[in-house]
């Protein structure tokens, strides 16, 4: 049973250009959120996506946006890249919007900004 | 404003000895504590959780320690072993509002043979 697969592991970006981040959720899950992980720093959440729509949202500007594909999968999108928006972005997917249930990380996508 | 405050940043047990992390919350609507372990390059991953509606959990050489009144949650890892070596992260989210989580900023945790 696969787990919570993220792609790719490893990304370098210009400052100023655009990066997409792929997630596939558990086997099971129907819901995924994002979190980003700065060096030496516990996981901040940015966002949640259910039903397609995102449910919630963390402290971030707008140039974080997501999406939610009918199969559950989702990607996160950052535009106009800043040095400061380097680091691990963890996907972690979980049954339903509500509670805890099986809440489960990958492994995240290490993304530098140079 | 840091939810979630976790102390101490670094420690350094013997092999055999109990490491102790602490966590502190501010949201008295908190209803879940989870406590992940992180290795390097890899995502976090669930280690022990509980409710407030109960004081302890144990699980083998896990056990959180759980204060309502104070606000405050503690893991303990008994026997602990070079393995365990890792980053440890307390978390707390209010489940019936969706499962957003708050993580402290996270204990590495070195574990002398």
């Known amino acids: 049973d696969a787990g919570v697969t993220q792609s790719p592991t490893h990304l370098i970006k210009t400052r100023g250009q655009q990066v997409t981040l792929r997630c596939s959720p558990k086997s099971g899950h129907d819901t995924v959120s994002w979190y980003q992980q700065a060096l030496g720093q516990g996981p901040q959440f940015i966002f949640q996506y259910y039903e397609e729509e995102e449910r919630q949202r963390g402290n971030f500007p707008d140039r974080f946006s997501g999406h939610q594909f009918p199969n559950y999968s989702s990607e996160l999108n950052v535009n106009a890249l800043l040095l400061g928006d380097s680091a691990l972005y963890l996907c972690?997917?979980?049954?339903?919007?509500?509670?805890?249930?099986?809440?489960?990380f990958g492994s995240g996508t290490r993304l530098t900004v140079v | 404003q840091q939810q979630v405050k976790q102390s101490p940043q670094s420690l350094i047990v013997q092999k055999g000895g109990i490491s102790i992390i602490n966590c502190a919350y501010e949201n008295t609507a908190f209803d879940y504590f989870p406590w992940y372990q992180q290795f390097p390059g890899k995502g976090p991953a669930l280690l022990i959780a509980?409710?407030?509606?109960?004081s302890e959990k144990k699980e083998g050489r896990f056990t959180i320690s759980f204060n309502k009144s104070a606000k405050q949650f503690s893991l303990h890892i008994m026997d602990s072993q070079p393995g365990d070596s890792a980053t440890y992260f307390c978390a707390a989210s209010l489940s019936n509002t969706g499962n957003q989580f708050y993580f402290g900023t996270g204990t590495s945790l070195t574990v002398i043979p």
């Open positions: 972690a997917s979980s049954l339903g919007p509500m509670g805890a249930r099986g809440y489960t």
């Open positions: 509980i409710r407030p509606d109960v």
